[in-house]
């Protein structure tokens, strides 16, 4: 088969959608004449009849139907080649909005977004970020509220695709007069008989405690519930009580000066976390560009 016509199945598809020849010719100001001449040039083409001629207009055939699903996607395509190079060819615009958890916010993100920002290249580029539980990231990017989530990759991400960003381990920061504060390494279940700080419960990290406080068949005791992580640190350095947060974020605060921080020792404190989006494809330039420079300074830091 020779290679289709973009402006004929352009002219096909409003054809059959507005079951008229005289009326797609009106809307792509040319002649009925030439839209006719282009339709039989297609019937040719594929080898079947498309349309039915009636009375008041057209009545698209069988193979019309099925020639108009695939019309449909190779138009959708051909706009998605010209956004993109055109955003190329006439330098990068737009907003990119990116909804992350506490932990990415407390992190690495805004660093990772400002090294992006400071390209020349990305100058008009707005990127706006706003901080939210996981079950509201997946839901936002979901309902196309932002281009681009960043959480944990054990969240449940349903039908959203997903590229790996980074690493963070888990912590237990005190204050140094605290029982556990001479300990050099500390299991997760020796915390339990003390009091903590949470995150809301509807936080990724208070449902990976409250799992595994349950696994040893106790509870987690919740002293103050925070609703972010320098906040937490805060409580700590009060001597309220113990706090589970990454290592990251503690040097992202200024180190924990004043506090004790202690590796946890377990498997799961090691969290990965992913950007998640909703269509590779379907992503603006600059929220693509903003995608792989994020998986590509996870990458980075991860290697030796």
Not at 122 to 146: C, K, P
Not at 296 to 304: M, Q, V
């Amino acid at each position: 088969m020779r290679d289709l016509d973009l402006t004929t199945l352009r002219l096909f598809v409003a054809v059959c959608d507005l079951r008229s020849i005289a009326r797609a010719a009106e809307q792509a100001h040319i002649v009925g004449s030439a839209v006719s001449k282009r339709l039989a040039q297609l019937e040719s083409l594929v080898g079947v009849a498309l349309l039915v001629r009636r009375k008041h207009g057209v009545e698209p055939t069988a193979a019309a139907h099925s020639l108009l699903e695939h019309a449909r996607t190779i138009l959708a395509s051909a706009q998605l080649i010209e956004r993109d190079m055109a955003g190329f060819a006439q330098g990068l615009h737009g907003q990119v909005r990116i909804f992350a958890s506490a932990s990415a916010m407390g992190e690495m993100l805004a660093d990772d977004v400002a090294g992006f920002l400071q390209d020349a290249a990305h100058r008009d580029i707005q990127v706006h970020m706003e901080e939210l539980v996981s079950s509201q990231i997946v839901r936002g990017v979901h309902e196309g509220m932002a281009s681009l989530g960043v959480c944990w990759d054990a969240v449940e991400l349903g039908d959203l695709q997903s590229m790996a960003y980074r690493t963070d381990h888990l912590t237990v920061v005190m204050h140094p007069g605290h029982p556990l504060a001479n300990r050099p390494r500390l299991r997760f279940e020796e915390t339990l008989d003390y009091d903590q700080v949470s995150l809301p419960a509807n936080a990724a990290m208070s449902g990976l405690l409250q799992r595994e406080a349950a696994l040893h068949g106790k509870s987690l005791r919740y002293r103050v519930v925070v609703s972010g992580m320098e906040t937490a640190l805060r409580v700590v350095r009060a001597n309220l009580a113990l706090s589970i947060v990454p290592r990251e974020v503690v040097r992202g605060f200024g180190g924990g000066d004043g506090l004790v921080i202690r590796d946890l020792d377990e498997t799961w404190a090691e969290r990965q976390f992913v950007v998640c989006f909703r269509d590779e494809n379907a992503l603006t330039p600059a929220a693509r560009l903003l995608l792989h420079h994020l998986c590509e300074a996870g990458s980075a830091l991860d290697k030796p």
